[in-house]
T-cell receptor, first 117, second 111 residues
Framework: NAGVTQTPKFQVLKTGQSMTLQCAQDMNHEYMSWYRQDPGMGLRLIHYSVGAGITDQGEVPNGYNVSRSTTEDFPLRLLSAAPSQTSVYFC????????????????FGPGTRLTVL | TQLLEQSPQFLSIQEGENLTVYCNSSSVFSSLQWYRQEPGEGPVLLVTVVTGGEVKKLKRLTFQFGDARKDSSLHITAAQPGDTGLYLCAGARGATNKLIFGTGTLLAVQP
């Protein structure tokens, strides 16, 4: 199993450009999430999905769109890139949400480092 | 609003020393996880604690969940250079798998 894969690893955009960050998992996980990581702030949830066709907003959703047409893929779209979106983006997946009151293990991809000029 | 505060933010110690990292909140969590992240990689789960007062050991790492399920600590005994990394706590609230991550503690263990 490849686990969670993300492409590209690095990307530089100009302000106003749009792009899609790709995320795929081959573990048949229902839950998938997108986080951004900024220095001193840990990871912040952007959007998440509890299954194909179902998405919801996280903590910092503005400027980002997601869709989940298949169980395997969960792309993140930046509509009009801004310098404030310069960050490292992580995709994660898990088999279930809460199981017996405990959060399931989240498996993270290697990240995409995005710079917006 | 950062619901989970970690301290210290940075820690540089010598091999063989002991250390404790704290994860504090004013909110109650149904479970709390600790992840370790190495440079250029995604976080990897170390442990999940669920019950207030629960203590779990993973070799030289000891994790404790506070009695009120609002805080947690990670204690490392006789730290090794391989323990170097960013340690993140993450709390689960509600009925979904939405995790709130802490601010992180960057640990450097010098040989």
């Amino acid at each position: 199993n490849a686990g969670v894969t993300q492409t590209p690893k690095f990307q530089v955009l100009k302000t106003g450009q749009s792009m899609t960050l790709q995320c795929a998992q081959d573990m048949n996980h229902e839950y998938m999430s997108w986080y951004r990581q900024d220095p001193g702030m840990g990871l912040r949830l952007i959007h998440y999905s509890v299954g194909a066709g179902i998405t919801d907003q996280g903590e910092v959703p503005n400027g980002y769109n997601v869709s989940r047409s298949t169980t395997e893929d969960f792309p993140l779209r930046l509509l009009s890139a801004a310098p404030s979106q310069t960050s490292v983006y992580f995709c994660a997946s898990s088999y279930a949400g809460l199981a017996g009151g405990r959060a399931d293990t989240q498996y993270f991809g290697p990240g995409t480092r995005l710079t917006v000029l | 609003t950062q619901l989970l505060e970690q301290s210290p933010q940075f820690l540089s110690i010598q091999e063989g020393e002991n250390l404790t990292v704290y994860c504090n909140s004013s909110s109650v969590f149904s479970s709390l996880q600790w992840y370790r992240q190495e440079p250029g990689e995604g976080p990897v789960l170390l442990v999940t604690v669920v019950t207030g007062g629960e203590v779990k050991k993973l070799k030289r790492l000891t994790f404790q969940f506070g009695d009120a399920r609002k805080d947690s600590s990670l204690h490392i005994t006789a730290a090794q250079p391989g323990d170097t990394g960013l340690y993140l706590c993450a709390g689960a609230r509600g009925a979904t798998n939405k995790l709130i991550f802490g601010t992180g503690t960057l640990l450097a263990v010098q040989p």
